[in-house]
């Protein structure tokens, strides 16, 4: 029942250093239905929409993969890089 602009999409197969971008083609983002962390997958995901700087909406992306999991204490941890410029769907540092 929450309204978000929140999204996350699956990229099995896909090497964490090689996804340098987020997906353009909207089908490929989930909103609503779980997603089941896996070790190795690659998941990228975009933010719910918030005011920026200058008065326009803004999402943010970022990727992750789970590089440990404990499901009896209830743990993951990943490796992630994120994008803090509004808007922008690259993933890799800048140069």
Not at 44 to 55: C, E, I
Not at 71 to 91: H, I, M
């Amino acid at each position: 029942g929450v309204a978000s602009a929140a999204r996350i999409t699956v990229l099995a197969g896909v090497d964490f250093a090689d996804v340098r971008e987020a997906p353009a083609d909207t089908s490929v983002w989930v909103a609503n239905t779980s997603v089941v962390a896996e070790i190795g997958t690659v998941y990228v995901v975009r933010t719910s929409q918030s005011p920026g700087s200058f008065g326009n909406s803004c999402v943010y992306y970022a990727k992750l993969e789970p590089v440990e999991m404990d499901p009896e204490a209830g743990t993951l941890s990943f490796l992630f890089d994120s994008n803090p410029v509004c808007n922008d769907p690259r993933l890799v540092p800048p140069d």
